[in-house]
Each structure stands twice: as structure tokens, then as C-alpha cells.
Nanobody, 118 residues
Framework: QVQLVESGGGLVQAGDSLRLSCAIS????????MGWFRQAPGKEREFVAD????????SYADSVKGRFTISRDNAKNTMYLQMNSLKPEDTAIYYC???????????WGQGTQVTVSS
């Protein structure tokens, strides 16, 4: 099993920045990738960004390219999402997730609320 705990959400104004953290523990040796997703009120959960577990390719949703940056600190077993130039449409619950060895997102955190006021 893999455990994930997000933190860093909050209420900010448009144009502000936030950094989300995701502490990862457990059996991660079989993981393939890790990423961030979000779900706005009344909408489906959507992909935000991800990266291969062993480094390399990083992907972003078009809506966040150039504003958000995904990264990890191996020493701290922590993944981050740096969010700059936040917009009201970025308001959502943000979840971090890790895949199983088959590449399916199988393990999820509890989510952290990000609210951006105009």
C-alpha cells in the first residue's frame, strides 16, 4: 500500500502563488508515475500534471502550462505542485496520486482545497 497526504491549500487572490505538498510513504517501489489532479465543484476530476517515478518525462494540462510546476524531493519522499499566477478557475480540491506498476492511478490522497478569489 501507498499512503499520500496533501497539504498547502488555502484561500488566495487571483495572481497569487501557492505550493502544494504531497508526502508519500509505503510500498512505492512498484509505482510507475505520480501526479496531481483536481476537481472543481460540479465537475469531473481532471488531470493537472504528472511525472515518471524514476524521473524524466513531465506532462501538464494545457490549462496550467507555464503557470504550474510539478517536482519531487527524493530525500523527503515528497512531491510538490508550485502554482503561480492563480486564476479563479483554478479553484478546486487538489489530489495527489501514484500509479501501480501498470500505470493506473491506484493510490490517492485525501485532497486539499484551493480557492482563488477574483
Amino acid at each position: 500500500q501507498v499512503q499520500l497526504v496533501e497539504s498547502g491549500g488555502g484561500l488566495v487572490q487571483a495572481g497569487d502563488s501557492l505550493r502544494l505538498s504531497c508526502a508519500i510513504s509505503g510500498r512505492t517501489s512498484s509505482s510507475y508515475a505520480m501526479g496531481w489532479f483536481r476537481q472543481a465543484p460540479g465537475k469531473e476530476r481532471e488531470f493537472v500534471a504528472d511525472m515518471y517515478w524514476r524521473g524524466g518525462s513531465i506532462s501538464y494540462a494545457d490549462s496550467v502550462k507555464g503557470r504550474f510546476t510539478i517536482s519531487r524531493d527524493n530525500a523527503k519522499n515528497t512531491m510538490y505542485l508550485q502554482m503561480n499566477s492563480l486564476k479563479p478557475e483554478d479553484t478546486a480540491i487538489y489530489y495527489c496520486a501514484v500509479t501501480n506498476i501498470n500505470g493506473q492511478y491506484d493510490f490517492w490522497g485525501q485532497g486539499t482545497q484551493v480557492t482563488v478569489s477574483s
